[in-house]
């Protein structure tokens, strides 16, 4: 498939990612890829769990480094996390698994999952149908497609597989171009990046600009720049279902901690 050029940050790691899907496509070609995703275990249902309830949802991000900031949290222990963001109230969990820029791993993912209970979504550079296949084997619930490194047309026919397989793509989006293209592909859970991948600037207001282009039905997911309470109060609107947090939880002493002080529970018992 085709990759779109964004002159971000984006460019860059997506030319990472495709020298490593070669080599994996050439230690496990796409059939046998195929064939250990049918035999993967039934995904949990990732709509379902962050489909907003009481109140806004949290998707509890497993982060190492970021391209920007680098390494974020030099005691990085994925399970030790995956325990204590559960524990703490998230609804899901996001789990990095690129390599080179995120030092991921999809050992991470293995590693979350067998402590965890929540869902898990794929945080990674996804653009050719081996990934989704990879995805379900590794044993994931849901994935990220990013709009902006794929041509339209792609990024339907990529939502569609994924629904096939039975996992959830969650669809990332800036702009208004970007959330009418994944509208038109059948998105029905879109993430809303409140950051500028080309000035890396933070706008929260990015969240309420776009979720009113969205009709009712459609999950919306907040992501980036939340690091507190208020925070969380400006993007909590009506229509936000849910909110992926990374950077506030991995960076702090007391991750469970900063979890019910995001969410307004931290006197709760």
């Known amino acids: 498939m085709n990759v779109?050029?964004?002159?971000?940050?984006?460019d860059r790691i997506v030319e990472k990612k495709k020298l490593r899907l070669d080599a994996d496509i050439k230690d496990t070609p796409l059939e046998a890829i195929r064939e250990q995703a049918e035999a993967a275990p039934k995904p949990k249902d990732f709509r379902a769990a962050v489909r907003r309830k009481d109140g806004i949802s949290l998707i509890a991000e497993l982060k190492k480094a970021s391209p920007s900031k680098g390494l974020l949290r030099p005691d990085f222990d994925p399970a030790g996390l995956a325990e204590i963001y559960e524990n703490a109230g998230a609804s899901a969990l996001s789990v990095?698994?690129?390599?080179?820029?995120?030092?991921?791993s999809p050992e991470n993912l293995g590693l979350a999952r067998n402590v965890c209970s929540l869902p898990l979504l794929r945080k990674d550079f996804i653009f050719d149908k081996y990934q989704i296949y990879e995805t379900k084997a590794m044993g994931a619930d849901a994935l990220l497609l990013i709009t902006a490194i794929l041509e339209k047309d792609d990024l339907g026919r990529l939502i569609e597989l994924t629904n096939t397989c039975g996992l959830t793509p969650l669809v990332e989006v800036y702009?208004?171009?970007e959330m009418e293209i994944a509208l038109r592909a059948g998105a029905d859970v879109i993430g809303i990046?409140?950051?500028?991948?080309?000035?890396?600037?933070?706008?929260?207001?990015?969240?309420?600009?776009?979720?009113?282009?969205?009709?009712?039905?459609?999950?919306?997911?907040?992501?980036?720049?939340i690091h507190t309470h208020d925070d969380v109060k400006s993007i909590n609107l009506p229509g936000v279902d849910a909110m992926l947090i990374g950077e506030a939880l991995v960076m702090d002493n007391d991750p469970g901690c900063k979890i019910r002080e995001l969410m307004g529970t931290e006197h709760d018992s």
């Open 4 to 10: 779109r050029r964004t002159q971000t940050v984006l």
């Open 96 to 104: 990095l698994t690129e390599e080179d820029f995120f030092l991921g």
């Open 175 to 177: 702009n208004k171009e």
């Open 193 to 225: 990046n409140n950051r500028d991948l080309k000035t890396m600037t933070v706008d929260l207001a990015t969240t309420a600009r776009l979720a009113s282009l969205v009709p009712e039905g459609k999950i919306l997911v907040a992501e980036s720049g």
